[in-house]
């Protein structure tokens, strides 16, 4: 069980143009879902807290406006990066937490989507 | 504000020797979490263990083991008898204990494990 995956794995992108990465828990219910960044040879940093029926909370520095969070579901995040650049070239990894029940709240990564802005 | 520190960036080693991972990490909450993950070429972030903040039980887990000295606010990571699959990158991540250890983690900056045949 607790199994969480993200589509697309990897993407490549024109700079300008906007793209959407989802996050769903396949097996379980989850309220709350991340969204990190990792850059190259970096350590992941989160970007957002999606909450299932409201809206996302930011981590100071990051743009709402440009990372748009949808969360409409208890099993389906959505990240869109709008009017990406190169600069928004990274690997992105959301990670889902279980709502009630046997899993306990724990968190649970998806494998990650690749993003290339060129 | 939380904060994790790995200071080795990167360890290389031969295969069957042991390597231990440094993690020390900053909070002003009383109950947290701490883990490791390690992350392979793929990217996908493997999950290797949670510790909550009352137990200082050392453990051992195969050829991996940790060592949680809450005095000095450390919770390293030894691998023992490397072998070339054990070649990731590991990090150690912090929460706190909002609804159960499930809240938003605080990662270190990583550390890159290179075993050598």
């Known amino acids: 069980g607790a199994v969480v995956s993200q589509h697309p794995s990897w993407v490549i992108c024109k700079s300008g143009t906007s793209v959407k990465i989802e996050c769903r828990s396949l097996d379980f219910q989850a309220t709350t879902m991340f969204w990190y960044r990792q850059f190259p040879k970096q350590s992941l940093m989160l970007m957002a807290t999606?909450?299932?029926?409201?809206?996302?909370?930011?981590e100071q520095g990051v743009e709402k406006d440009k990372f748009l969070i949808n969360h409409a579901s208890l099993t389906l995040s959505t990240l869109t990066v709008t009017s990406a650049h190169p600069e928004d070239s990274s690997f992105y990894i959301c990670s889902a937490r279980e709502s009630s029940g046997s899993l306990g709240g724990e968190q649970y990564f998806g494998p990650g989507t690749r993003l290339t802005v060129t | 504000a939380q904060k994790v520190t790995q200071a080795q960036t990167e360890i290389s080693v031969v295969e069957k020797e042991d390597v231990t991972l440094d993690c020390v990490y900053e909070?002003?909450?009383?109950?947290?979490?701490l883990f490791w993950y390690k992350q392979p070429p793929s990217g996908e972030l493997v999950f290797l263990i949670r510790?909550?903040?009352?137990?200082?039980q050392n453990e051992i887990s195969g050829r991996y083991s940790w060592n949680f000295q809450k005095s000095t606010s450390s919770f390293n990571f030894t691998i023992t008898a490397s072998q070339v699959v054990d070649s990731a990158v590991y990090f150690c991540a912090l929460s706190d204990h909002y609804k159960a250890a499930g809240n938003k983690l605080t990662f270190g900056g990583g550390t890159r494990v290179l075993v050598k045949p």
């Open positions: 999606s909450n299932e029926g409201s809206k996302a909370t930011y």
């Open positions: 510790r909550n903040s009352f137990d200082e």
């Open positions: 909070t002003r909450d009383t109950t947290y979490y």
